[in-house]
């Protein structure tokens, strides 16, 4: 044990040799060069890179344009994660920039109060804590003088805690009220708030239906495309004459250039890309509403979401306190005399410069004089029958508040007599005659614990004739008024009137609750603080809900046994950090996709295993940094445009997803033909990319951004393959028809057989784009337009049509023939996706 003094300056030396100091660990996942690693060395960016720097090599960079792909996908890929690592290593429970502790400058000196920086805490300092200070390393108090504590960022528990000498106090929490001493007794990663963040800092990356099936739909191309690749390089070599040939000639550079230009058509470079920037752009939106967005794909997640987990404390509620109502005491004298002279005795209470909390929500009904107390904005509801209070009545003495003794007085002149405010329990207890009428009390006492179980905070109001005991040491005021600290209840109290109080429900909170519901989103309440008082805050919020909560400390061990509690209960009240993990999984295991919001670091672990987290911005550091989501400026209201944002994400980037999928379709089927039937490719990498523009590439940049409020569906992936399959048969038909008749009937040469390629190929899948533009709007209309006349305009300038190596003009013949194949096969992918649509409807 460390004296009352503190430590001296060798105790301290040390102990920061044995490291036992208040540093916390920064191991917030993957290094830089491991998230490069990660980033770079894939199977997709070997093929595609690959391709791009054989390109190079071969002095082909007119072809390697689609190396931009690469390099911005990586780019993207590597920021992301490594702006969620540092977001992460900011993860501090602590917000306080300095500690007060007592230090001696000898071993045998007196203690003195020094700052020193949060590390500088080492193991039995003795910390120096008054009202605002937060506690900085788990401590145990050694001297208290009305020391109250606020742990709600870590219990989600709302009231003050009383912490007498031997309470063990929690890094993280606050103190609200009095002043002490408290001995350091674990600092650094053993410290309750370390221990339960340690979870919560290690990287990951929020669930994505999207990037998971874009990120399969990758794997699965890349492995294909070594077998196919294969043939294409078989099938290229042998169109030039053989391998021995083409190896002597010289011939295998134009061959390996068709093979990759084969290649690179099958990999949707440019999906990744897209789906990153129509991510990022509301990520955009979003800011500009206050709303943070800590990882791109967390835009999506609340589109998918269908449960919503609330905290109660700083989430629901805006953390204060509102008077909810004043009543007479029953059996209670009654009168306008007795109602003006207990208006005056609350606005007293509201007046005093040290009232708690609760006695400062009476402000908002009875602020007097200008005081403290007085509220700037009144409960409407309060208002039409908010008494005026000139002035404050003459006060004799007063007993400021203290959470050991739970009430607090004040000694009037006139009326004279003493009024006390105070937990019912106490004030009203039958001890040396101090309470009066037993029938009058007993009633009270019964109402108390009516309105106690309707989850309101219930305080009694009683009067005395007697005065206030003083003692000799007590102090006064600058205005004469005595300040009796250790006064007893004085004796014959009567009760006047019961006072409740409610917590403050956000304003915003029942309109974007009943927007939930309206989508068929289930509401899980869970919070720290009192069943009752939980479940009356979620019926003021709007949520549908008989009776108290469930008490968390009765929830089973077994896995089955809390599925079938979380299936069924909908509010859940004293819940431990632990138990909100165990419940956002629980309800993972039931098929939900789960959306977790809380503000303390007691949500913290539940907001890391939740499908998406969502943190106040007024929150715990903690919680900030392990969210997805921050609502800047804490208003709940936020969260509808978040999920209007993610349906927009999520229903463009599908409509991009069959767009760009119908291309590696058709792309696959040209390699394996013209391999397999050893023809040249017809398609030069340029002459693709050329395409891949118009068809794809610069209407994709509006598809993306359009706006789209429909309803998430599962299956986006089921819903690409049923389209882009089909599209991609008939483009590639159409295309292998019209080159088989330029090579096999007209015998045409290869720059004209690739310019008829390019003709059909951009005619046919623009009626793709068609399909997937629509509704046409002026938006989308132009778009389709533009890129129609974009194909006369290339075909139009010499020096592209040099750059890309097409014939100049193209021969009538063929021409003819790769107009009509593609408006045959533009009338067939109508057809064929409205016999689809009408299928599926």
Known sequence: MTSITGLSRADVRERRDRGEINTLPNDTGRSLWRILQANLFTLFNAIVGGSFLVLLVLGYWQDALFGFFVIANVAI????????KVTLSR????????????????????GEVAEVAIADVVLDDVLALSAGDQVVADAVVLEASGLDVDESLLTGEADPVPSPAGRELLSGSTVVGGSGLARVIRVGADSYA?????????????????????????????????????????????????????????????????ATASIIAMVPQGLVFMTSVALAVGAVK????????????????????????????????EGGLALDGVEDAPGAASGEALRAARDAALACFADDRDANATARALGERFGARGGSASASAVDPALAPSAPSV??????????????????????????????????????????DGSAGDGVAVDATLTRCRELAASGLRTLVLARSSAPLTTAAGDGADEHGVIEAREAALPAGLEPVAVVTFRERVRGDAHETLQYFREQGVSIRIISGDDPRTVAAVAREAGVDHVGDGFDARQLPEGVAALDDVMGREHVFGRVSPEQKKAMVKSLQRLGYTVAMTGDGVNDALA??????????????PATRAVARLVLLDGQFSRLPRIVAEGRQ?????????????????????????????????????????????????????????????????????????????????????????????????????????????????????????????????????????????GLVVVLSIPIAVDFLQLAS?????????????????????????????????
């Not at 890929?77 to 969620?84: I, K, L, M, P, S």
């Not at 294909?224 to 030039?240: D, K, R, S, W, Y």
Request: glycine share 6%.
């Open 77 to 84: 890929g590597v920021a992301q994660e490594f702006r969620a």
């Open 91 to 110: 993860l501090a429970v602590l917000n306080a920039p300095r500690a007060r502790v007592l230090r001696r400058a000898s071993a045998d000196g007196d």
């Open 194 to 258: 370390s221990r339960i963040t340690a979870e919560a800092k290690q990287f990951s990356l929020v669930g994505s239906e999207l990037r998971d099936s874009i990120a399969r739909i990758i794997r699965w191309i890349s492995i294909g495309l070594l077998p196919v690749g294969a043939i294409v390089v078989n099938g290229q070599m042998q169109a030039v004459g053989g391998w021995e040939v083409a190896l002597s000639s010289g011939a295998w550079r134009e061959a390996v250039v068709a």
């Open 286 to 317: 979003l800011s500009r509403r206050e709303v943070l967005v800590q990882e791109l794909a967390a835009v999506e997640g609340l589109a998918r979401v269908d449960m919503l987990c609330l905290d109660k404390t700083g989430t629901l509620t």
């Open 390 to 431: 000139a002035a404050l009545p003459a006060i004799v003495a007063r007993v400021p508040f203290s959470s050991l003794r739970k009430w607090s007085a004040a000694q009037l002149a006139d009326p004279a007599g003493s009024w006390l405010l105070g937990a019912p329990d106490i004030v009203l207890a039958r001890v």
């Open 607 to 620: 907001l890391k295993h939740a499908d998406l987290g969502i943190a106040m911005g007024s929150g715990a």
């Open 649 to 789: 994400v999520i229903a463009n980037v599908e409509r991009l997803a069959k767009l760009f999928l119908s291309k590696t379709v058709y792309a696959i089927l040209f390699a394996v033909v013209f391999g397999a039937l050893l023809w040249p490719f017809p398609f030069l990498p340029r002459q693709l990319s050329i395409v891949d523009g118009l068809t794809i590439g610069l209407p994709a940049i509006v598809l993306a951004l359009l706006p789209n409020a429909r309803v998430y569906r599962p299956g986006f992936l089921r819903r690409a393959a049923r389209f882009c399959i089909p599209s991609g048969v008939l483009v590639a038909a159409t295309v292998i028809g019209v080159v088989a008749y330029a090579y096999a009937v007209v015998d045409a040469p290869a720059d004209e057989v690739q310019t008829t390629a390019v003709i059909t190929l951009t005619l046919s899948a623009l009626w793709v784009l068609v399909i997937l533009a629509r509704p046409l709007s002026r938006v989308t209309l132009p778009i389709v337009l533009a890129a129609y006349a």
């Open 809 to 841: 003009p193209p021969p009538t013949g063929l021409l003819v023939v790769a107009v009509g194949a593609s408006a045959a096969c533009s009338l067939a992918l109508e057809v064929l996706h409205r016999l689809i649509a009408r299928a599926t409807r």
